[in-house]
């Protein structure tokens, strides 16, 4: 068996599977293989050092990753007690086994991110406050920050003291919102990794039950790791040292989020003994892409020397183009696109990147009037549609009696009755009793204090709730029990939208879904609940669906594309302005550039506008610096920068020729399509720097416009 599982690996690949004993750290560059060497190296310890395969610990940081890794363990050895899995899906692993330890029971709700602002938004108004003024997703902001730096409330009460009210105010939110999820027996998603440390830390100190169990532990995208997670896998490696990590520092661009890159570029110091292996055979990218990317990245400080080198041809140059406007840019993208697939590229293997979401209108535009199917990844996913999310709470209901977000999400829906009035007598009852607002209605004296139709209705759905519970071994059976007891489906039906969707069609496709996990899995609804409560917005997407895929660059980590159009490439957007701000953030946005080219496999095509809408009026925009940065031999016949430098004034403004009788002078009345009309004041400057000063009657202002870039009519 050992000489097949080592077929096929390069020679650093099999030093890496063969590795038995001690810390390992593989540096992986991109599209080097380490999904294969981690696969291989899971089934080698298994037939060939005969370690048991529940002794055998592997996450990584998507479902879809983990449930590759398993697929592709699958054809070495059997999944007989493996575990694989992402970091919070392991860690609800093991919560569901030991929630006791940390003040929760088996059946704990997992509150996704709606829902956790909904409760804020409720706290908000319970203390008084306007949410207006106090976001419920600020406050989100602040919490999970908190919670990454496993601060409690208290702590982080003592450290808002220390800055302003509205500090305070969330740290008081914070306690509030702790509490409130003791009482539902619930988490956020923040607490599965702050329960899962807390979990393992008092493991360590008693029983050993986690600390003691696995004797091989390998961790993916290890780049990616914030400090929670780093001291997850710490812990649980203390007892026998057997920690593989797979990353590369220079795919780290998860700060935002907590992502430490320190965790990958210090594991030689945290695990002493570590055995250093460098994968740097690419097979994903041509020449010339491989190339643009190794020659960026050199740039970066904060990272450790990868010589990467592929096998393949090399490729096409660089396809570099720039628009007027951003909706000229994007209409480029979608003819480039266009002609690829009439080259025969198919749909579901081109991808446009860019580094906001505000990018996509533009392109959604320019793709409709192409007539090229696309799809929004990150978008609004069909979990978060209003009559799935009604249906999910239902479910969560009948798990866990003590969830009141959802009880009441869904206590007059459909419409029983139960009013805005009811509801606030309900939760005030339920508040002094210290009770669920399921178990207070089980109270005759509080349903019988509900006025007119409010108390049956209040019934109804306690007989609800209660006959569907019955059906929880099938995820199908009490879907389909909930919809039909409740009239759910006609109530879809009669409500009115914007979108073009069925919602009878989505209620199909759950139920469907539902179906697939029984058959699967057979973990009933609370299995059901928990998979779908892990989802991340790229497990969602549709990756054999023949459209283009738009998406952010956070967003496309992890993927590959035969060819991808990056566009938005100016400064203040990639790199973003807030790069600017911080001591590291230029790297990060350096690495995230490395990121988007190392997705392509065939072809790239970098774009930027000239002219962009952003902060209430369009401005002129330089192309982004990385776009200098790319070396002169992966460009067409000569560089971006001397293309820029010797571009005319007549073809920065127009295609088209330059009309004299146009020329704007002091005097003349003009428009402008966002500030309206105004009169030229003042001409300052000539040539590519002229400057136009305009009084606007609108705004009753005067503002500069660069003449280039000022796309000003003159009134004639």
Same mark, same amino acid.
């Given at each position: ?271 002493? $003994? ?104 990150? =978008?609004?996913?069909?979990? /978060?549609?209003? /009559? ?30 139960? $009013? ?102 057979? =973990? ?35 993927? /590959? ?10 400064? =203040? ?102 500030? $309206? ?34 796309m000003l009519e003159k009134v004639l």
């Amino acid at each position: 068996m050992t000489a097949a599982i080592l077929q096929g690996l390069n020679p650093a690949q099999t030093e890496a599977v063969n590795h038995f004993d001690g810390p390992l750290l593989i540096l992986a560059g991109a599209g080097t293989g380490k999904t294969r060497t981690i696969t291989r190296r899971v089934a080698h310890l298994v037939s060939n050092q005969a370690v048991p395969p529940g002794r055998i610990l592997a996450i990584t940081f998507t479902n879809k990753a983990a449930k590759e890794m398993r697929n592709r363990i699958a054809e070495w050895v059997p999944d007989t007690g493996l575990w694989v899995g992402t970091f919070h899906a392991t860690c609800a692993r093991m919560l569901r086994q030991d929630a006791e330890v940390v003040g929760r029971t088996r059946n704990f709700s997992i509150m996704d991110v709606d829902d956790r602002r909904r409760l804020l938004r409720q706290i908000i108004k319970d203390q008084g406050w306007d949410p207006m003024v106090y976001k419920p997703r600020k406050m989100e902001q602040y919490i999970s920050l908190w919670k990454q730096k496993s601060m409690s409330p208290q702590q982080a009460g003592e450290e808002a003291s220390l800055f302003g009210m509205e500090e305070e105010r969330a740290a008081l939110i914070y306690e509030k919102y702790e509490e409130q999820l003791f009482r539902q027996d619930g988490l956020d998603f923040d607490d599965l990794l702050l329960k899962g440390v807390e979990l393992i830390q008092k493991d360590a100190a008693g029983a050993r039950r986690w600390v003691d169990r696995f004797e091989h532990i390998l961790v993916d995208e290890y780049q990616d790791t914030n400090d929670l997670q780093y001291r997850f896998v710490k812990i649980l490696a203390e007892a026998h040292g057997n920690l593989a990590v797979c990353g590369d520092p220079d795919q780290s661009i998860y700060r935002w989020r907590g992502a430490d890159i320190g965790n990958i570029l210090r594991f030689e110091q945290d695990f002493p $003994g570590t055995r250093v292996i460098r994968l740097e055979q690419n097979y994903r990218s041509v020449g010339n892409v491989l190339k643009a990317a190794q020659h960026v990245i050199k740039k970066n400080r904060s990272r450790k020397e990868k010589d990467l080198f592929t096998d393949r041809e090399l490729g096409p140059p660089l396809l570099l183009q720039d628009g007027a406007t951003e909706d000229s840019e994007a209409e480029a993208a979608a003819r480039v696109v266009a002609r690829w697939v009439r080259d025969g590229t198919p749909l579901r293997e081109i991808a446009v990147f860019y580094r906001t979401n505000a990018c996509s209108r533009a392109l959604e535009a320019a793709f409709t009037r192409q007539q090229v199917p696309y799809q929004v990844v990150g =978008g609004l996913s069909f979990f /978060e549609r209003r /009559e799935i999310k009604d249906m999910l709470a239902y479910a969560r209901l009948l798990i866990n009696p003590r969830d009141e977000i959802s009880a009441l999400r869904v206590i007059n829906t459909p419409p029983r009755g139960v $009013g805005d009035t009811s509801i606030g007598r309900i939760r005030a009852a339920a508040e002094e009793h210290q009770e669920s607002v399921l178990q207070v209605l089980r109270r005759d004296e509080v349903r019988n204090a509900l006025r007119g139709p409010a108390k049956k209705g209040a019934l109804n759905f306690l007989k609800i709730v209660f006959d569907a519970g019955e059906r929880v071994e099938s995820a199908e059976m009490a879907l389909r029990s909930i919809m039909d007891r409740t009239g759910y489906r006609r109530f879809a039906d009669s409500l009115t939208t914007t979108e073009d969707v069925d919602r009878g069609e989505n209620l199909d496709e759950l139920l469907a879904f539902a179906a697939e996990y029984d058959a699967r899995e057979g =973990g009933g609804l609370a299995g059901f609940m928990e998979e779908i409560s892990l989802l991340t917005d790229v497990d969602r997407w549709a990756d054999a669906a023949e459209r283009i895929s738009f998406m952010t660059v956070h967003a496309a980590k992890g993927l /590959e594309f035969d060819r991808v159009v990056i566009v938005g490439l100016e400064e =203040g957007l990639f790199p973003h302005a807030r790069a600017f701000e911080e001591p590291e953030g230029l790297e990060e946005e350096r690495r995230l550039f490395y990121v988007a080219l190392t997705r392509a496999r065939e072809e790239l095509c970098l774009s930027h506008s000239r002219m962009r809408f952003r902060t209430g009026a369009p401005g002129p925009q330089a192309p982004s610096r990385f776009l200098d940065e790319l070396p002169e031999d992966v460009l067409p016949d000569h560089s971006f920068s001397q293309e820029l430098a010797e571009r005319t004034f007549s073809s920065v403004v127009d295609d088209s020729e330059a009309d004299g009788d146009d020329e704007l002078r002091p005097g003349d009345l003009v428009t402008h399509r966002v500030f $309206g009309e105004g009169t030229v004041q003042r001409i300052l400057g000539s040539g590519i720097n002229q400057r136009l000063v305009v009084f606007f009657d609108n705004t009753q202002q005067e503002r500069t416009l660069l003449s280039a870039y000022a796309m000003l009519e003159k009134v004639l």
